[in-house]
């Protein structure tokens, strides 16, 4: 079976949480798919990168999904959520998925 690369569980984890929460309007709904993906890409992350890639990434999405919320005011949530989610995929992909 092929790998689903990390950068896009992480992406999809931002961006399908928060579509989830938006839609259904049940927030910890939205947090039970940001969780899951998180974990997922976690495990990839210190299985590919050891326990400081795994930190550093793992800070980085939580930071994404913090971070998202105040630059939403600023740029809407769809351009927030996506922005974020671009920038842990990049910095995923650079650290555990590029071989």
């Given at each position: 079976m092929?790998?689903?690369?990390?950068s896009?569980?992480?992406?999809?984890?931002?961006?399908?949480?928060?579509?989830v929460?938006?839609?259904?309007?049940?927030r910890?709904?939205?947090?039970?798919?940001l969780?899951?993906?998180?974990?997922?890409a976690?495990?990839?992350?210190?299985?590919?990168?050891?326990a400081?890639?795994?930190?550093?990434?793992?800070?980085?999405?939580l930071a994404?999904f913090?971070?998202?919320h105040?630059?939403?005011k600023?740029?809407?949530a769809?351009?927030?959520v996506?922005g974020?989610a671009?920038?842990?995929?990049?910095?995923?992909?650079?650290?555990a998925?590029r071989?």
């Amino acid at each position: 079976m092929a790998r689903v690369p990390s950068s896009v569980v992480a992406a999809t984890g931002l961006v399908g949480g928060y579509a989830v929460a938006r839609w259904t309007k049940k927030r910890p709904l939205g947090g039970v798919v940001l969780g899951a993906a998180g974990i997922v890409a976690g495990l990839e992350w210190h299985k590919r990168g050891g326990a400081p890639a795994a930190a550093g990434l793992g800070a980085l999405y939580l930071a994404g999904f913090a971070g998202a919320h105040p630059l939403a005011k600023k740029v809407g949530a769809w351009p927030a959520v996506l922005g974020a989610a671009g920038i842990v995929a990049a910095a995923s992909w650079a650290v555990a998925d590029r071989d």
